[in-house]
Structures are given as C-alpha cells and as structure tokens.
C-alpha cells in the first residue's frame, strides 16, 4: 500500500511538501512515480525517481521547482513543491514501477488514494 501526504491550499508562490509511504514493502526496488490529474483532466506524470541509481526526471511544468527525493528504502519519496502556480493545483497520486529507468503509468505496481492539491490566493 502507498500512501501520500502532505498536500493542503497553498497561496501561489508558495511551497508544500509531499510525502509517499509504502506499508508492507520497502521502495528500494522500485522507481517512483509522481502524477497529477487536474479538474477535467487527464493523468499527468511530472516527476520521476528511477531504478538503481535514482535519477530523476521533470515534466517542463514543473522542472526547477519541484525535486523529487528519496534517503533510502525505508525511507518516504518525497516532491518538495516551490514557487507553486494555480496550474499546479490538482489530485497528486505516487506510483511504485518495479526495478525500472522510467516511470510508465501502465507499469504501475502500486497506486495512493491521491493527496488534493489547491493553489489559490
């Protein structure tokens, strides 16, 4: 089970700090995943924590704002959020990819229930 943290209303300009948690597993074999789904909206990767060597990858929306992180294995990945925008608001949902270099959405193992994100004044 994954489950995600952290997210809440935020001013634009602003920061959060999301947390993804495995129970019942450890991370270290896995690459993690962050995706956004906007209001009306599908399913949007933009960031990622790949298998072995935790490289990491941004969509352009997001790339110098948003670091993707993790200590090790037993540790939470976490997506500390800076300098947000009304476009970042949205359901935030972490994916398990097992022993991947990219975060494939069809290639999820597992999923979190999703933690809402609202960035408005």
């Known amino acids: 089970q994954l489950v995600e943290s952290g997210g809440g209303l935020v001013e634009p300009g602003g920061s959060l700090r999301l947390s993804c948690a495995a129970s019942?597993?450890?991370?270290?074999?896995?690459?993690i995943g962050w995706w956004r789904q906007a209001p009306g909206k599908g399913r949007e990767e933009i960031s990622c924590?790949?298998?072995?060597?935790?490289?990491?990858k941004y969509a352009d929306s997001v790339n110098g704002r948003f670091t993707i992180s993790r200590d090790n294995s037993k540790n939470p990945v976490y997506l500390p959020m800076d300098i947000v925008i009304p476009e970042d608001t949205g359901v935030y949902y972490c994916?398990?990819?097992?022993?991947?270099?990219?975060?494939?959405?069809?290639?999820?193992?597992?999923w979190g229930q999703g933690t809402q994100v609202t960035v408005s004044s």
């Open positions: 994916g398990t990819v097992w022993r991947a270099i990219a975060c494939v959405h069809t290639s999820v193992t597992y």
């Open positions: 924590i790949n298998y072995p060597d935790s490289g990491t």
């Open positions: 019942g597993f450890t991370l270290d074999n896995y690459a």
